[in-house]
């Protein structure tokens, strides 16, 4: 079973930093690439960042361009997204996903999705 | 950047067809991608490629794009259909996926 279990959400001040991971199992981790998308609590979904499977290709939503960071280690089938910078718009729920088809063939849905990690972001 | 547009809430009793609308500049010259979220949970894929279901998927669901308009159809609408349904396409002008805002389906 294709599993995606994301941690690292908590409540942090505006101006901290947070480090999310994604543990991925079930599938070659190293052939897909991997997508971070948020959610406000009871708003829709937003982008937020993608990596290709050899990470040669890395992409950002300009709302949190220059503040993210998105990382993959395929050793250990897992993924990242270090948070820099955080304001109350940061505060989201947020997901890791895995894009349907392998390698360069990423422009396309996600499927599946993990839980999600709630990030909290206040004073 | 491409704007894809879903009403807010759409409503049905039960056993009608619901039947939610995303709209977008010549989307139906694009792949469309449906999510289905019900409350407290993760977003789960429930059409993909404009009309195809993952397995697993009820036939109840289907979908359908063409000009500026693409259509999520859920037949016979069940009390277990309720739920949030966002709809996905890639922009190739900026190479990054959008969303539409997202439909409320509420079973009447």
Redesign the interface.
């Known amino acids: 079973e294709v599993q995606l279990v994301e941690s690292g959400g908590v409540v942090v001040q505006p101006g901290g930093s947070l480090r999310l991971s994604c543990a991925a199992s079930g599938f070659i981790f190293d052939d897909y690439a991997m997508h971070w998308v948020r959610q406000v609590p009871g708003k829709g979904l937003e982008w937020v960042s993608l990596i290709s499977w050899d990470d040669s290709i890395i992409y950002y939503a300009d709302s949190v361009k220059g503040r993210f960071t998105i990382s993959r280690d395929n050793s250990k089938d897992s993924l990242y997204l270090q948070m820099n910078s955080l304001t109350t718009a940061d505060t989201a729920f947020y997901y890791c996903a895995k894009a349907a088809r392998t390698y360069s063939n990423f422009r396309n849905w996600f499927d599946p999705w993990g839980q999600g990690t709630l990030v909290t972001v206040s004073s | 950047s491409y704007v894809l547009t879903q009403p807010p809430s759409v409503s049905v009793a039960p056993g009608e067809t619901a039947r939610i609308t995303c709209e977008g500049y010549k989307i139906g010259g694009k ?1 469309v ?1 449906w ?1 289905q979220q019900k409350a407290g ?5 429930v059409v ?2 404009d009309d195809y279901r ?1 397995a697993g998927v009820p036939e109840r669901f289907s979908g359908s794009n063409s000009g500026n308009t693409a259509t999520l159809t859920v037949t016979r609408v069940e009390a277990g259909d309720e739920a949030d349904y ?1 709809c ?1 396409v ?1 922009d ?1 002008s900026s ?8 439909s409320k389906l509420t079973v009447l």
């Not at chain 2, 949970?41 to 894929?45: E, G, S, T, W």
Request: hydrophobic letters at 25%.
């Open positions: 792949s991608h999510y949970q993760a977003p789960v894929l993909y490629d993952p966002h996905q890639w190739n190479d990054h996926p959008v969303f539409g805002g997202g």
